[in-house]
């Protein structure tokens, strides 16, 4: 089994940061993207940033210059470094990433997500 366990959620006032960060564990032979998605309150769930292997990365517009996705040395950590938040970011926000397990085929796991409430 893989699981990604997400931590750095919390309640911060518009303005302030706030850092995430997911680590895949378990039966993993190599991860390939790993990424943050959000959902807000009655709306559906949105690609926030992602990362390659290779460190390429992407950004919804919603976010950037704002947010920062990175990955640990292990390349089985992902961060999102979340700078001058608004109250527009609140939303649970979910790990996911593109894994091959030791036995199977390349899947993308999620994590259980992490609330992140930003206050006006």
């Known amino acids: 089994q893989v699981q990604l366990v997400e931590s750095g959620g919390g309640l911060v006032q518009a303005g302030g940061s706030l850092r995430l960060s997911c680590a895949a564990s378990?039966?993993?032979?190599?991860?390939?993207?790993m990424g943050w998605y959000r959902q807000a309150p009655g709306k559906q769930r949105e690609l926030v940033a992602s990362?390659?292997?290779?460190?390429?990365?992407n950004y919804a517009d919603s976010v950037k210059g704002r947010f920062t996705i990175s990955r640990g040395n292990a390349k089985n950590t992902v961060y999102l470094q979340m700078n001058s938040l608004k109250p527009e970011d609140t939303a649970v926000y979910y790990c996911?990433?593109?894994?091959?397990?030791?036995?199977?085929?390349?899947?993308?796991?999620w994590g259980q997500g992490t609330q992140v409430t930003v206050s006006s």
């Open positions: 990362i390659t292997g290779g460190g390429n990365t």
């Open positions: 996911t990433a593109a894994v091959t397990p030791r036995a199977g085929s390349r899947s993308d796991y």
């Open positions: 378990g039966s993993i032979f190599s991860i390939n993207a």
